[in-house]
Structure formats: structure tokens, C-alpha cells
């Protein structure tokens, strides 16, 4: 079986579990989280840590953890006349921006790594696909964060740029590839449709959002692809 959630935002490891177990995913399934696994809450380098090591999960880039990269290096960095002149106005708004967007927990835990610890999970990171092809049910689909702005239904995914993936908010009545593939995506918490879409899952011909708002005090989805049913976190 196929699973996919999205949009964790510091989810404890303890919990993600929770999530899984409560979605019946066994150990010969594969769990897709469709990026944003940092910010907002505070556990989201220790459970990044724990996915490390948890080979049937496949953790895709969100627009997060591209903030989390532009950011983190520079920050942990030696502290030297020149790393100090290159922090110009531009490098400090960023910082101030990634804050506004929930990053300090982030930030936080990671300054407390040590330096190989830190190696480890900014590869892990830098590993992140921005999408992934699967069949599930009959069915494909394609697994990115944020949908595909810019969408061209003729253009080959590598032609798309790295941000395209990662900042989309399509609307509910864009068809994207009209079903086939079918587009899975977090990103927009699905309240943001109307509330009548508060914690749950929305499916439109052209995509499934699966991000029901944990980052802004709703609870985490998880779905089935090869039966289409979804779970809340408990």
C-alpha cells in the first residue's frame, strides 16, 4: 500500500507514529510525506532525525525546508570578518522572514546538533525529491508539495523550475493533467477552500490535498492511494 500526508510542521516522532499506526501502515508499506516536515512546531528536526533511518518512508521537499537551506548554513557557520560583510540586508530579511514563517524551533534545535549530526540531516534534506511518480489502486499519480505553478500540461517536469513545486496554490477547479496523472499536494491547508473543508481531505478530478492544517492547529491526514481512504492524527 501507498500512503501519503503532508505538511507535519514539527510533528513529535511519537506522534507521526500515532498517525501511522492509526492509518494501519505496516512495515512493507510506503509512506510518501508530500514536504514540509520543519516549523511551527517544535519537533520537527528530531523527527527529520527519525526519518533518517526509516527506509519505506520517502520525504519530499517543501517550501520549508527550501527556507530552512537558505538560511541554516549561513547561521551556523564560523563567525569571521568575511562571513560577517557577507550577511548583507538581503541575507538579514531573509532570517526575518523564515522566523515570521515559524522557523525558531527549527533553528533552535538544530544549533543544538552536533556538527556531524547537523551534516547528516542537511543531506537528508538536500536528498529531498521535489516530485515522485506512483501507482496506486489503477491509478497514477504525481507527488509534489504545492501542486505546479506555471502548469503547461505539454511541458516535461524537468523543464519546471525547483520553486514551481513548491509554492502552487491552485485552484479547486484546476485540472492539471485532467486526472491522469492525478496531482497529490499539501501546502494550502484545505480550510483555505472554505469551511467546509476544515479537516478534511479534498479530491478534485485534478488533484488531492491532503494538508488539513496542522501547521495552523488542525491535525495531520494520512491517505491511502490504492483506497483512497484517510485518517486524522488522534
Not at 55 to 77: C, K, P, Q
Amino acid at each position: 500500500m501507498i500512503y501519503v500526508t503532508a505538511d507535519l510542521h514539527g510533528m513529535a516522532p511519537a506522534a507521526f507514529d500515532g498517525l501511522l499506526a492509526r492509518g494501519g501502515v505496516g512495515p512493507a508499506d510506503t509512506v510518501f510525506i508530500l514536504g514540509d516536515v520543519l516549523d511551527r512546531g517544535e519537533h520537527g528536526i528530531a523527527l527529520l532525525e527519525s526519518l533518517l533511518c526509516r527506509d519505506n518512508v520517502i520525504t519530499l521537499m517543501g517550501n520549508h525546508e527550501r527556507m530552512f537551506m537558505s538560511v541554516a548554513e549561513g547561521l551556523i557557520a564560523e563567525i569571521t570578518e568575511e562571513s560577517v560583510a557577507a550577511f548583507d540586508e538581503a541575507r538579514v530579511q531573509m532570517v526575518l522572514d523564515y522566523l515570521m514563517n515559524g522557523g525558531g524551533p527549527t533553528l533552535e534545535a538544530f544549533r543544538k546538533l552536533d556538527p556531524e549530526r547537523r551534516g547528516d540531516v542537511l543531506d537528508y534534506i538536500l536528498d529531498m525529491p521535489l516530485y515522485e511518480t506512483v501507482r496506486a489502486g489503477g491509478r497514477d499519480y504525481l507527488l509534489c508539495h504545492g501542486g505546479i505553478d506555471h502548469f503547461d500540461p505539454a511541458a516535461p517536469l524537468a523543464q519546471y523550475e525547483l520553486d514551481d513545486f513548491l509554492w502552487g496554490r491552485p485552484e479547486l477547479t484546476e485540472p492539471f493533467y485532467g486526472g491522469s496523472p492525478r496531482l497529490v499536494i499539501g501546502h494550502t491547508p484545505t480550510y483555505c477552500y472554505g469551511g467546509e473543508h476544515r479537516d478534511r481531505v479534498i479530491f478534485t478530478e485534478g488533484f488531492i490535498n491532503v494538508d488539513t492544517g496542522r501547521g495552523h492547529g488542525g491535525k495531520a491526514a494520512l491517505l491511502c492511494l490504492d483506497t483512497l481512504k484517510w485518517c486524522l492524527e488522534s
